[in-house]
């Protein structure tokens, strides 16, 4: 039986049928190598199971009494889930079912995300594909992300599956028909105020709500990951980004970590969030900062920056934020002044972070 570290832990790899005529040599083999996985996680992919008999789960069932510590069971076929789900073995395994693989072709580019595009899969679902470089844990984080947010009161798609799909992973949503903000006031100018005080109001109510401890991440855990990914000794702004990270107060309420007006939507006159992969817990700072610079502040330094990532004008652009802002502020003049003043000293926390590590990685991979 073939068996490797992978992935954090040692794994098995169960093939084929077993029942009595090669348990035995099954339960040798995983004694025999009990020593290499006495103090690491224990992992059985079983991707390539067609049968296991009452003897072969006897066999997991005394592993799992020996071993007391979680057990994973991954790529589990429809019809093993069934023998582990009669028999109880669900309440004492971490199962994964196994991965649909899902053809693309024939199915309609909805938009754009962060990380992948969202395709059209039928009348009821539509899949967010992600890019070749997306490990299936990012994957995963984001359906749970999304789930998360939707339990607390997050408008969101309802996450179903993460599937293979041609070089790479997809995670499936409920298809729902919807418009980007950035497309809605592009067409339709006269609904920019509207849409502006929607956005307002709706990040306001998000802002103050509160997410046990543990659900979501920490969002300035997220920052300081990409600054280690971008750690220069020589570079005195790591330091300043580091500081003004700290000094940001820590807060336990739901923040997006990427809004902008593509990954805000129309649904039936009501706002829907997408590319859930940053929601965490913290100040609400991170999300002002986010939005005022893709609006505002970026295009005092790149001109077209606003028409190139929207469609839309600078001007447009600066009046969506006045009118957000001054709806999420809700008219308070003397906080308004302040808080844009925080605004223009933050706003180049994520974008001066990314440039850093996406440096970085242009470089690595010349090398």
């Known amino acids: 039986m073939k068996s490797e570290y992978r992935d954090g832990a040692y794994t098995f790899f169960l093939e084929g049928r077993i029942d009595s005529s090669n348990v035995d040599l099954m339960e040798t083999d995983i004694k025999d190598k009990s020593i290499l996985f006495d103090d690491m996680d224990l992992a059985f992919d079983m991707e390539g199971l067609?049968?296991?008999?009452?003897?072969?789960?006897?066999?997991?069932?005394?592993?799992?009494?020996?071993?007391?510590?979680?057990?994973?069971?991954?790529?589990?076929?429809?019809?093993?889930?069934?023998?582990?789900?009669?028999?109880?073995?669900?309440?004492?395994?971490?199962?994964?079912?196994?991965?649909?693989?899902?053809?693309?072709?024939?199915?309609?580019?909805?938009?754009?995300?962060?990380?992948?595009?969202?395709?059209?899969?039928?009348?009821?679902?539509?899949?967010?594909?992600?890019?070749?470089?997306v490990p299936l844990p990012e994957v995963k984080s984001e359906r749970k992300r999304a789930q998360t947010a939707m339990i607390y009161g997050v408008p969101t798609l309802i996450p179903y599956d993460v599937v293979k799909c041609d070089e790479g992973f997809g995670l499936i949503y409920e298809k729902a028909e919807m418009t980007s903000l950035a497309y809605i006031i592009s067409h339709e100018p006269a609904k920019l105020e509207v849409c502006a005080m929607m956005l307002g109001r709706l990040m306001s109510e998000l802002h103050k709500t509160e997410i046990p401890a543990g659900k979501l991440p920490d969002i300035k855990d997220r920052?300081?990951?990409?600054?280690?990914?971008?750690?220069?000794?020589?570079?005195?702004?790591?330091?300043?980004?580091?500081?003004?990270?700290?000094?940001?107060?820590?807060?336990?309420?739901y923040v997006h970590g990427d809004i902008n007006l593509h990954s805000v939507m129309i649904h039936k006159d009501e706002l829907i969030l997408i590319d859930m992969a940053g929601s965490s817990t913290g100040h609400a700072i991170f999300d002002l900062q986010?939005?005022?610079?893709?609006?505002?502040?970026?295009?005092?330094?790149?001109?077209?920056?606003?028409r190139r990532n929207y469609g839309l004008?600078?001007?447009?652009?600066?009046?969506?934020?006045?009118?957000?802002?001054?709806?999420?502020?809700?008219?308070?003049?003397?906080?308004?002044?302040?808080?844009?003043?925080?605004?223009?000293?933050?706003?180049?926390?994520?974008?001066?972070?990314?440039?850093?590590?996406?440096?970085?990685?242009?470089?690595?991979?010349?090398?």
């Open 313 to 367: 004008s600078a001007k447009i652009c600066r009046d969506f934020w006045n009118i957000f802002f001054d709806t999420y502020m809700q008219h308070r003049q003397q906080e308004i002044k302040s808080m844009n003043e925080l605004l223009a000293k933050y706003f180049v926390l994520k974008e001066a972070i990314l440039n850093k590590v996406e440096a970085k990685n242009r470089l690595y991979d010349q090398i």
């Open 223 to 253: 920052y300081r990951e990409w600054i280690a990914e971008a750690d220069d000794p020589g570079d005195s702004k790591v330091a300043i980004f580091s500081k003004l990270i700290d000094s940001i107060a820590d807060s336990n309420t």
């Open 50 to 133: 067609e049968y296991i008999s009452s003897a072969g789960l006897r066999v997991l069932l005394k592993l799992r009494k020996s071993v007391k510590r979680p057990i994973k069971m991954m790529n589990v076929s429809d019809e093993i889930f069934d023998i582990f789900d009669i028999t109880g073995f669900g309440e004492m395994f971490e199962i994964e079912r196994r991965m649909r693989t899902i053809s693309l072709r024939g199915c309609r580019k909805i938009s754009s995300a962060l990380n992948g595009e969202i395709f059209q899969l039928s009348d009821d679902e539509m899949i967010k594909v992600y890019g070749k470089k």
């Open 290 to 306: 986010a939005l005022f610079a893709s609006l505002v502040a970026i295009e005092k330094k790149e001109e077209g920056y606003c």
